[in-house]
């Protein structure tokens, strides 16, 4: 692939903030609203600015926890107003595909918490605790009280003939305390003793994106999300633009190892990058510039951060809103360079000052 042409996105930026390109931004909420209980710093007032600003919001999550109604009650205690139509969780899009391929008033066995078995209620499924009901259909999602109990039962239903369905296949979750087993990890307890492997319905899946654009009449979307293998995947599944913030569990060395399908087209430290001017990323003397920042591909997997000295490149420089230019010239540059293809790059600085900014990234030194 010619090194001259971006295929990443991420290279375009925006040069107005999202705000005023895009009418509904679909925000994910473990890792960009808040991470456990509390809210990601400064996104309840991030999130107030871009309403006031013209944007709607809406919830789309593949935690499968908790109810529309509960989510929304913690959404406005955080201070982030909004009501349960805003919200759309995995456990709905589980129950509308089980409901769609079973017919209203199946048996259900689901597992995990209580939004799990509300949702199934809600789209007019039977609801049963046994595997000796005969259940048409397990339902897993997460829980943070699911225990072998539960995951036994659900491995008798599946053995028996009930189609084993997944809200999602998030390996983990982030927390306070790091990455904590999520629900693709008990998800695979069930599948690794059935030998049956999942109907999944959350995101990657476009269904719940989908759903969102259809109740809001959203023109121009953007996917707000942490994980590159749904919330972004999920995007471009659906058609929509997407943003990845650094606040959940995507670190640095993931998002520049990600594959095609999983490049994001804008990056922010936060959801609070809804606000403002994205930077674009160009073409320069065999490397790839983001403001004061030159990304150059070397070899196979080599790829080196240089500061370029102030003013050496001409009038382009915009004031740089965040601390992420210098990622995002690694990004284009090694997507240039690895096209179709999902590989780690082998990171080092040319000088000082660019071994810090890897330090801070937590990416290799000089
Ligand atoms: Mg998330």
């Not at 710093?41 to 999550?61: D, H, K, N, Q, S």
């Not at 001409?314 to 590989?343: K, M, N, S």
Request: proline residues 8%; hydrophobic residues 45%.
């Amino acid at each position: 692939m010619s090194a001259d042409r971006a295929p990443a996105s991420l290279a375009a930026g925006s040069p107005t903030p999202p705000t005023r390109v895009f009418d509904v931004a679909l925000l994910d909420l473990d890792g960009v609203v808040y991470v456990g209980p509390a809210a990601v710093p400064g996104v309840p007032e991030a999130l107030a600015e871009a309403r006031r600003a013209g944007m709607r919001l809406a919830y789309v999550t593949n935690n499968a926890a908790r109810t529309p109604q509960e989510v929304a009650a913690h959404l406005t205690d955080l201070g982030m107003p909004a009501g349960p139509d805003a919200v759309i969780t995995s456990s709905q899009a589980a129950a509308t595909a089980v409901a769609e391929r079973m017919g209203q008033g199946a048996r259900v066995l689901p597992v995990g918490g209580p939004g799990v078995a509300a949702a199934l209620t809600a789209a007019g499924l039977t609801v049963v605790e046994r595997a000796e009901d005969e259940p048409a259909a397990v339902v897993q999602g997460y829980g943070p009280g699911v225990g072998w109990a539960q995951l036994a039962e659900a491995v008798v239903a599946v053995r028996g003939g009930a189609r084993h369905v997944a809200t999602n296949v998030d390996a983990t979750i982030p927390s306070p305390r790091g990455v904590l087993p999520g629900n693709g990890a008990l998800v695979g307890v069930v599948s690794a003793v059935t030998g049956q492997q999942p109907l999944v319905t959350g995101k990657p899946d476009p269904a719940m994106h989908a759903e969102c654009v259809r109740r809001t009449g959203a023109r121009r979307p953007l996917v707000v999300g942490d994980r590159l293998d749904t919330d972004i995947e999920g995007a471009r599944r659906a058609g929509a633009a997407s943003l990845l913030v650094l606040s959940g569990v995507t670190d640095p060395a993931g998002l520049l190892a990600a594959g095609p399908e999983h490049r994001p087209d804008l990056l922010a430290r936060d959801a609070a990058g809804l606000l403002t001017a994205h930077p674009v990323v160009t073409a320069v003397d065999g490397g790839w510039r983001c403001g004061r920042w030159v990304a150059t591909a070397d070899g196979e997997d080599g790829l080196t951060l240089a500061a370029s000295r102030s003013g050496s490149r001409g009038g382009t420089d915009i004031a740089p809103v965040d601390d992420l230019d210098g990622l995002r010239a690694l990004a284009v540059a090694h997507w240039a360079r690895t096209g179709e293809q999902a590989r780690p790059p082998a990171v080092s600085a040319a000088d000082d000052e660019a071994a810090r900014e890897l330090a801070g990234w937590g990416l290799g030194g000089r």
